[in-house]
């Protein structure tokens, strides 16, 4: 099974402020990665799949990078919605498929 | 919009079965994708439990697959889980999503439902 980890746990940055959040593969993934936005009471949002296409809907300030083992989801200028939890998802070998526990991006 | 909703008991007493359904909402479930069930146990991360496709292929997660069941349910446009002989160990946040068939991501989730085991 391959171990995803995320860093840091918590982000504490202003608005404006950029974002940059890692997600790392027990084993490399290729560009098999996802990233998810979940925020109090609702759905998750997918935002970012093979590492850097941005999911439809997603505006451009948020950015996938990486490949391998090493990915980077970067927002370039926090709004205030964008203030939630945001984790990643390898597919590349599964069952099963995993997920990285979260960072959580705050305000400070 | 795909709208996915979670429904089911929110307490399951130690060793009987947790059962959940997922409605499907402005989208068949026949017309394609896979339907599948995450879970999120208190302070950890999410888990994956397993996904269907419309016509019954089915691939669960290999740590629970011994004690789950999904299944899926055309005519009413829903899909459920069943996972047995719980414990306090099973307590988490269930989700409901839509799979991609070849990009295996999650493009619409269900809110969520605290299930608790405890007597």
């Known amino acids: 099974e391959i171990v995803m980890t995320q860093s840091p746990a918590t982000l504490s940055l202003s608005p404006g402020e950029r974002a940059t959040l890692s997600c790392r593969a027990s084993?490399?993934?290729?560009?098999?990665l996802a990233w998810y936005q979940r925020k109090p009471g609702q759905a998750p949002r997918l935002l970012v799949f093979?590492?850097?296409t941005r999911a439809t809907g997603v505006p451009a300030r948020f950015s996938g990078s990486g490949s391998g083992t090493d990915f980077t989801l970067t927002i370039s200028s926090l709004q205030s919605e964008d203030f939630a939890v945001y984790f990643c998802?390898?597919?590349?070998?599964?069952?099963?498929?995993?997920f990285g526990p979260g960072t959580k991006v705050d305000i400070k | 919009q795909v709208q996915l909703q979670e429904s089911g008991p929110g307490l399951v007493k130690p060793s009987e079965t947790l059962s959940l359904t997922c409605t499907v909402s402005?989208?068949?479930?026949?017309?394609?994708?896979?339907w599948a069930w995450m879970r999120q146990p208190p302070g950890k991360g999410l888990e994956w439990i397993g996904s269907?496709?419309?016509?019954?292929?089915?691939d669960y997660n290999p740590s629970l697959e011994s004690r789950v069941t999904i299944s899926v349910d055309t005519s009413k446009n829903q899909f459920s889980l069943r996972l047995r002989s719980v414990t306090a160990a099973d307590t988490a946040v269930y989700y409901c999503?839509?799979?991609?068939?070849?990009?295996?991501?999650?493009?619409?989730w269900g809110q969520g439902t605290l299930v608790t085991v405890s007597s």
């Open positions: 999503a839509r799979r991609w068939e070849i990009v295996v991501v999650h493009d619409y």
């Open positions: 402005n989208f068949s479930i026949s017309s394609g994708y896979y």
């Open positions: 269907t496709y419309h016509s019954g292929n089915i």
């Open positions: 084993q490399s993934v290729s560009k098999n």
């Open positions: 093979g590492a850097s």
């Open positions: 998802q390898q597919y590349d070998n599964w069952p099963p498929i995993t």
